[in-house]
């Protein structure tokens, strides 16, 4: 997704890094200029936004998308000045998901897309009985082979992992209820309730007065003790803080 962000939007070979709302884009670039201005570095750091509509036709698709839309706020800087950019996207997580990405190349019409694209089929592993040689093959080319929009989404949400869109209140509603401890009753019988507006809820597991609006979900774990750093910064004096070993592990 970010190739072709920075074909569609990019100018003298810039790069760019991809964040799902402005506020996230615009700390990106705020990072950026301070970490480069240490180096007494300067250099245009453009943020854009693009909006992904729903009427056009997805890649693979017969008939026009009934998805609903998406949008992308691409940092932009030239391509040699990777370095000041890269940390912000690792110690972050606030990146778009890989699943985000998937989702807004299908809302991408088919010429945005070479017509017989090569892929890399990676080892998944080394036993002689499953490991896979990794081999390069085209994409068929004939119209209509993807599977439809309603079949798609069937498999995922039959066999995958992913609720429906229409679900994403009651999920997070249920999740926050399960981590707060308030849920009086979490068996499987009871799942299709958990998340509703009308659960029974009890005193919290946690701890005296902790309810469901004293946790906050964040997309990944580097998102999560990111987020955690800026707020107890906020209402800390200004001063440095001190990580031992990689922040990611």
Request: proline share 7%; with cysteine.
């Amino acid at each position: 997704m970010a190739s072709v962000c920075e074909q569609k939007f990019g100018v003298n070979g810039e790069q760019c890094l991809l964040f799902p709302t402005s506020a996230v884009a615009n700390h990106c670039r705020a990072f950026i200029i301070h970490q480069a201005a240490k180096d007494g570095v300067q250099f245009p750091v453009r943020i854009t936004q693009f909006l992904l509509h729903p009427d056009n036709k997805g890649r693979g698709n017969c008939t026009p998308s009934l998805k609903p839309g998406a949008e992308l706020h691409m940092v932009l800087f030239p391509a040699d000045k990777i370095q000041y950019a890269k940390p912000f996207w690792q110690h972050t997580g606030m990146g778009i998901s890989s699943r985000y990405a998937e989702y807004c190349l299908t809302l991408l019409p088919e010429e945005t897309f070479p017509a017989s694209p090569t892929i890399y089929t990676k080892p998944k592993s080394a036993h002689r009985y499953y490991s896979v040689k990794g081999q390069r093959q085209s994409l068929p080319t004939t119209p209509c082979v993807a599977l439809s929009d309603d079949y798609s989404t069937y498999l995922e949400e039959r066999y995958g992992r992913n609720l429906s869109q229409d679900a994403a209140t009651f999920a997070k509603r249920a999740l926050r209820r399960r981590i707060a401890g308030v849920l009086l009753r979490d068996e499987p019988a009871d799942w299709d309730a958990v998340g509703s507006t009308n659960s029974e809820l009890q005193p919290s597991t946690r701890g005296p007065g902790v309810t469901e609006d004293d946790v906050y979900l964040y997309p990944t774990g580097m998102a999560a003790i990111w987020n955690a750093h800026q707020m107890i910064s906020a209402f800390r004096p200004a001063t440095k803080s001190v990580a031992f070993g990689s922040v990611f592990l």
